[in-house]
Nanobody, 124 residues
């Protein structure tokens, strides 16, 4: 089993920045594709970004390109999401997720392990 714990959420003004962290338990973190998703009130959970096992490949949903950066430190079993130029529409609960099967997907069903989420609120 893998446990994921997010941290770093909070309240920030429009244009501000936050850095989310996702700490993973277990010794297999370095074999997982990692993803970040978010869910706003009344909406479905949506894909934000993903990063390959080595960290050499990343992919973002269009709405966060050039503003968010996903990264990972396999030695620390931690994934990150640096969020800059935040907008009110970025307000959501952010979840990290792990895919042990290399599916390189953007759907919730492509990820087997999930954190509990961290709230990000961007005020206008």
């Amino acid at each position: 089993q893998v446990q994921l714990v997010e941290s770093g959420g909070g309240l920030v003004q429009t244009g501000g920045s936050l850095r989310l962290s996702c700490a993973a338990s277990g010794r297999t973190f370095s074999t997982f594709t990692m993803g970040w998703f978010r869910q706003a009130p009344g909406k479905e959970r949506e894909f934000v970004a993903r990063i390959s096992v080595s960290g050499g490949s990343t992919y973002y949903t269009d709405s966060v390109k050039d503003r968010f950066t996903i990264s990972r430190d396999n030695a620390k079993n931690t994934a990150y999401l640096q969020m800059n130029s935040l907008k009110p529409e970025d307000t959501a609960v952010y979840y990290c997720a792990a895919d042990p099967k290399g599916r390189w997907g953007v759907r919730v069903r492509h990820y087997d392990y999930w954190g509990q989420g961290t709230q990000v609120t961007v005020s206008s």
